[in-house]
């Protein structure tokens, strides 16, 4: 039986009135005995089918590098004013996966791949086949899309097509037309090209759910040395400054983002963990994505040798020690090697490795201590602590595990019963 | 454990075990039970986010939005308070293991017996969809095809990460995810081109 459902939901409680006959051309065809066609809309001209979908292919493809595929949302907007399809899910949805592993959940496009940048790892640039969205094209494709739910929203970037502002008008006046023409409803990811001036950004944070600016390297030198006419202070700094403004003032409810290109400037790992503190600190920066950097074929760096992606990886696990488990930054350093690389290991499994010298005894442990744990992160932690203010003990492995600790990481570190496991068997 | 009568292998009796346990035990996850049951909730909330991302629909008459998958657990009620939701002026059938279930614009969700034809539910929807709900320039389901094959990054391919994302069950129960399917078992013909 299915719980709650309605007493409508009950077969004895169907309609009684016999269907009208079903055209033929109207059933679907996977679930009836017979095969039938679907024709239920006049297709548009062949030509304008082909042409759309070589540019979404075109304008797809060069917008993969970007990784934000989040769609989650802790304050979602009520209801949006006229919207008639579409909605924001607080944890976000991803509907599919490529073969790389990586989330499909938004329909990440460039609005145009022609750039004036001379950013030397992008494929924008030297690109011989330059396309561009009109509006409508773009809403058009998107709802398709999205009412056969594929994607959960819209990402939507592009190339520097000559002026930065006229771009970030036209990319404004596209997502306008999907919230007001087409009443969409559902979560928007914008990207803020550099350049564009402030009006503009408050404009984007209006209507968009998420806005990201990408720092790509961490210091102007470095970036400089990547994309010389990017100017990191004023094109990238000012504009995340400006965004932040916005945000507080109601605008993107998803907040900011940014994203490195990691390894394609030669900056180490030390320096990119100290930009991404100064990003939540002064930017309110909502979280930082790594890409690791690949070189692209008829690009200046493709034959430069590629960005290992455990590094991007690793990094994402450091973000983490800093975003969710608040280490501070001098203990994150911990884990750096002397040229400031992380090595290729869980970096809470190397500050645990430097940081205790003797096995933790759950029972006894503050929050700080057990944190630091290998295999309890905050929620463990917290049941540890709820359970041990209720009079309980933790007296085996078992009991922690049923807590949500992962018990093989956690043991090597731990004393229970008065019993220690082998920390030198651990080393070894 | 509100979702504890949806799992497909919840005993009542085990309901009623759960229903004697702590608060205390419950919150903090201390007993075998308690993580059991937490458990077998977390199988149907994740369950229902599967089938809400993993759904994909086709077009009826321009008003009825219309699906097949077998989620395992007694999910759909879930899943259909989320697409009201995300497809207000749209009629919604979904045909489940468990029946075919639909609902229109201010209607309740409605069950009809697995054995009913399709096309006589999806004509009782759309006759009640008072108008149509597609009014742009629809590209049709080919478009998905073109994006999903741009997406792909050959030098980070990871398919243990792949299946662990959309594992097999939901790749074979599942008839929209044809494409991701394609995808990963043959790759495209300009990838086999570009390798040979």
């Known amino acids: 039986m299915l719980p709650a459902l309605s007493p409508a939901c009950s077969p004895s409680l169907l309609p009684l009135a016999p269907p009208a006959p079903t055209k033929p051309a109207d059933t679907p065809s996977s679930l009836s005995p017979t095969p039938i066609v679907l024709p239920y809309l006049p297709l548009p001209p062949i030509t304008y089918i082909m042409g759309l979908h070589e540019k979404v292919r075109i304008l797809s493809d060069a917008g993969k590098y970007d990784i934000c595929a989040s769609t989650s949302c802790a304050n979602p907007p009520a209801v949006r004013p006229n919207a008639s399809i579409g909605n924001v899910m607080p944890p976000g949805v991803c509907h599919s996966f490529t073969p790389d592993g990586r989330c499909v959940s938004?329909?990440?496009?460039?609005?145009?791949?022609?750039?004036?940048?001379?950013?030397?790892?992008?494929?924008?640039?030297?690109?011989?086949?330059?396309?561009?969205?009109?509006?409508?094209?773009?809403?058009?494709?998107?709802?398709?899309?999205?009412?056969?739910?594929?994607?959960?929203?819209?990402?939507?970037?592009?190339?520097?097509?000559?002026?930065?502002?006229r771009t970030m008008d036209d990319i404004l006046?596209?997502?306008?037309?999907?919230?007001?023409?087409?009443r969409f409803g559902g979560y928007v990811h914008l990207k803020i090209l550099p350049g564009a001036n402030l009006d503009q950004i408050?404009?984007?944070?209006?209507?968009?759910?998420?806005?990201?600016?990408?720092?790509?390297?961490?210091?102007?030198?470095?970036?400089?040395?990547?994309?010389?006419?990017?100017?990191?202070?004023?094109?990238?700094?000012?504009?995340?400054?400006?965004?932040?403004?916005?945000?507080?003032?109601?605008?993107?409810?998803?907040?900011?983002t940014t994203q490195f290109v990691v390894g394609a400037a030669g900056e180490n790992d030390r320096e990119i963990i100290d930009r991404l503190w100064m990003e939540y600190r002064d930017m309110k920066l909502k979280r930082?994505?790594?890409?690791?950097?690949?070189?692209?074929?008829?690009?200046?760096?493709?034959?430069?040798?590629?960005?290992?992606?455990?590094?991007?990886?690793?990094?994402?696990?450091?973000?983490?020690?800093?975003?969710?488990?608040?280490?501070?930054?001098?203990?994150?350093?911990?884990?750096?090697?002397?040229?400031?690389?992380?090595?290729?290991?869980?970096?809470?499994?190397?500050?645990?490795?430097?940081?205790?010298?003797?096995?933790?005894?759950?029972?006894?442990?503050?929050?700080?201590?057990?944190?630091?744990?290998?295999?309890?992160?905050?929620?463990?932690?917290?049941?540890?602590?709820?359970?041990?203010?209720?009079?309980?003990?933790?007296?085996?492995?078992?009991?922690?595990?049923?807590?949500?600790?992962?018990?093989?990481?956690?043991?090597?570190?731990?004393?229970?019963?008065?019993?220690?496991?082998?920390?030198?068997?651990?080393w070894s | 454990?509100?979702?504890?009568?949806?799992?497909?292998?919840?005993?009542?009796?085990?309901?009623?075990?759960?229903?004697?346990?702590?608060?205390?035990?419950?919150?903090?996850?201390?007993?075998?039970?308690?993580?059991?049951?937490?458990?077998?909730?977390?199988?149907?909330?994740?369950?229902?986010?599967?089938?809400?991302?993993?759904?994909?629909?086709?077009?009826?008459?321009?008003?009825?939005?219309?699906?097949?998958?077998?989620?395992?657990?007694?999910?759909?009620?879930?899943?259909f308070s989320y697409l009201r939701k995300r497809y207000p002026h749209f009629g919604l059938v979904l045909k489940t293991q468990r029946g075919y279930f639909g609902v229109w614009p201010d209607g309740e969700l409605i069950r009809w017996p697995v054995e009913k034809d399709m096309n006589d539910v999806l004509a009782e929807v759309a006759a009640k969809v008072p108008e149509k709900a597609v009014w742009w320039d629809d590209q049709g389901e080919g478009l998905w095809d073109t994006f999903y094959n741009s997406q792909f990054i050959s030098s980070r391919k990871n398919?243990?990460?792949?299946?662990?994302?959309?594992?097999?069950?939901?790749?074979e129960n599942f008839p929209g995810l044809g494409v991701e399917c394609r995808r990963v078992e043959n790759g495209t013909l300009d990838a086999y081109i570009e390798e040979v």
């Open chain 1, 288 to 426: 930082g994505y790594f890409s690791a950097f690949n070189p692209i074929k008829e690009t200046p760096m493709e034959k430069e040798d590629g960005t290992p992606l455990w590094r991007e990886h690793r990094l994402y696990q450091t973000d983490w020690l800093l975003r969710v488990y608040k280490f501070p930054r001098r203990e994150v350093y911990g884990v750096l090697d002397d040229d400031g690389m992380l090595e290729n290991m869980d970096p809470k499994l190397a500050l645990a490795r430097r940081t205790f010298d003797r096995p933790v005894d759950p029972n006894e442990a503050d929050y700080r201590s057990l944190l630091r744990i290998p295999g309890i992160g905050p929620t463990s932690a917290s049941r540890i602590l709820e359970h041990r203010k209720r009079g309980g003990r933790i007296e085996n492995i078992r009991t922690l595990k049923s807590m949500g600790a992962v018990a093989n990481r956690a043991r090597p570190f731990l004393m229970l019963n008065g019993w220690q496991a082998s920390m030198e068997r651990w």
């Open chain 1, 202 to 256: 408050k404009r984007a944070t209006a209507i968009a759910d998420r806005v990201s600016i990408n720092v790509e390297a961490p210091s102007s030198s470095l970036l400089s040395s990547i994309a010389s006419n990017k100017e990191y202070g004023n094109d990238i700094l000012l504009r995340q400054r400006w965004i932040k403004e916005s945000i507080k003032k109601g605008g993107a409810p998803a907040g900011q």
């Open chain 2, 1 to 79: 454990m509100f979702h504890l009568p949806r799992h497909e292998r919840c005993s009542s009796l085990f309901i009623e075990k759960v229903r004697h346990i702590p608060d205390s035990d419950l919150d903090a996850l201390s007993s075998p039970e308690a993580r059991k049951a937490y458990n077998m909730a977390r199988e149907v909330a994740g369950d229902s986010h599967r089938t809400l991302a993993y759904i994909r629909f086709q077009l009826f008459r321009e008003r009825v939005l219309w699906s097949e998958a077998k989620p395992k657990h007694r999910v759909e009620d879930m899943v």
């Open chain 2, 159 to 171: 398919l243990p990460l792949f299946y662990k994302a959309m594992p097999k069950y939901y790749l």
């Open chain 1, 106 to 165: 938004l329909f990440k496009v460039l609005y145009t791949n022609a750039c004036s940048m001379d950013c030397t790892y992008c494929t924008n640039p030297t690109c011989h086949r330059k396309e561009s969205f009109q509006p409508k094209e773009l809403c058009d494709a998107f709802m398709s899309l999205y009412m056969r739910n594929y994607v959960e929203g819209m990402f939507l970037s592009s190339g520097i097509a000559r002026d930065p502002e």
């Open chain 1, 173 to 182: 006046e596209a997502i306008e037309l999907l919230r007001n023409k087409y």
